[in-house]
Structures are given as C-alpha cells and as structure tokens.
C-alpha cells in the first residue's frame, strides 16, 4: 500500500530554520514533492525531487531525499511570517498506466515574529 | 485570471439535497481531479479523469457522481449530500509533462447541515 505521514504542526521563530518531515512507504516512487497551502488557497507546487536525487536547493529551501529510509524533509532557511501554511508531502508512482499521486496529511508551520 | 477555478467558493446545503461543484480550467490540461481535504486526513482523491471520455473512481469515489462536459470542465455532484461530505474541495488539473504536477483550484467550502 501507499502512505505518506507527516507531523500534523510545527513552530518555529522568525528567522530560523524549519524543517519538516516526511515519510512514505512505497518504493517505486518517481517524484517526491512539497505543495504549500495558504489559508484560504488551494495547494501550490514550491518543489519536487526525482527519486534518483538525494538533495535539491532552490533558495532557502532545501530537499533531502534519503530513499533507503524513505525519508523526505523540506528545510526552509531564515523562516518568515509569509512561510506559515499548511505544508503538503506527495509522492508519485506508476500506478495501471498513470502516475499515481498520494498527499500526506499535512504539517502546519507556525511562524513566530 | 486564475488557470483553475471552482464554483461555489462556498455552500452551506441539507441533509439529501443535491449539490454540483464545478471546475473550469484554462491550462489546456488533460487531466482533471477531485479531491476532498479533511482536518487531520490530508488530500483523498475522489475521482480523476484524464481525457473527456476516461472517468475514474479514486479511493473514496462512494456518494458521488463526477461528469466531464469538455476538457476544459469537470464538475462533481454529491447526489444526496450527508453530513460527513461536509470538507473542503479542491479541484486539480495536470499535463502528461515530466513532473506530474498538478495545479489546484481555490477549494469550494461545502457544509452539509
């Protein structure tokens, strides 16, 4: 089966670093992604992974992939307000012809000034 | 203009009345997605469809009835809504392009009473 868990919250202060955490069980996995979710939106894409990579870097943020432990983490560097939201974990995996998309269940960041 | 839009953005309904929720997109995507968000549970897929002619059930697909009108349009309708359909619905499009991502709507806020 397919499950993608994460940590439901999270707090950190303005300016440090946050990370969250993500955990999937399958291992045919493609891609690996992190979606964010302001209030009120619907999900945006911030990054994603190919399953052959173990780090991607776009600015202050920062994905580690560790496929042996099906581990997944999104470091966001020097945290601000503007990064609270809800961050979603996905995974991807050929399913009957398609990718098959799968969400975790979602961490909230709490940003404190 | 946003790519993907949802109407009603909310609906305050009773118990076994009918509700259509529709998705209009401008991408020129295939494919198209329903999903529910619940507190706690994440995105689950309703049903997904990816062309006008390919409807498919997703995992929890029980309660409702999904029609694909144009490429463009895909609406979903609970038949006779009931209290636990009450959640936030996001619809979703994709293209057959090498990341699998998907661009979500604004969400539709259904309360069935």
């Known amino acids: 089966g397919e499950d993608v868990e994460q940590s439901l919250f999270l707090s950190v202060r303005e300016g440090d670093s946050s990370v969250i955490n993500c955990t999937y069980t399958d291992s045919s996995s493609t891609y690996l992604y992190w979606y964010k979710q302001e209030p009120g939106a619907g999900l945006q894409l911030l990054t994603y992974?190919?399953?052959?990579?173990d780090m991607k870097q776009d600015q202050r943020l920062t994905v580690l992939l560790n496929k042996k432990d099906k581990h997944l983490s999104l470091r966001i560097a020097d945290t601000q307000t503007g990064d609270s939201a809800i961050y979603f974990c996905?995974?991807?995996?050929?399913?009957?012809?398609?990718?098959?998309?799968?969400f975790g269940t979602g961490t909230k960041l709490q940003v404190i000034p | 203009d946003a790519d993907v839009t949802q109407t009603p953005r909310n609906r305050i309904t009773k118990t076994g009345k009918r509700i259509m929720l529709e998705c209009s997109q401008t991408k020129g995507h295939d494919r198209m997605y329903w999903y529910r968000q619940d507190p706690g549970l994440g995105l689950r897929l309703i049903y997904y469809s990816f062309d006008v002619k390919d409807i498919n059930k997703g995992e929890i697909s029980d309660g409702y009835s999904v029609s694909r009108q144009a490429q463009a349009k895909f609406s979903l309708s609970l038949e006779s809504a009931i209290p636990n359909q009450t959640a936030l619905y996001f619809c979703?499009?994709?293209?057959?392009?090498?990341?699998?991502?998907?661009?979500f709507g604004p969400g539709t806020r259904l309360t069935v009473l």
């Open positions: 992974i190919f399953s052959n990579m």
């Open positions: 979703a499009t994709s293209d057959m392009g090498t990341s699998d991502e998907q661009f």
């Open positions: 996905a995974e991807s995996r050929p399913s009957g012809g398609y990718q098959k998309v799968t």
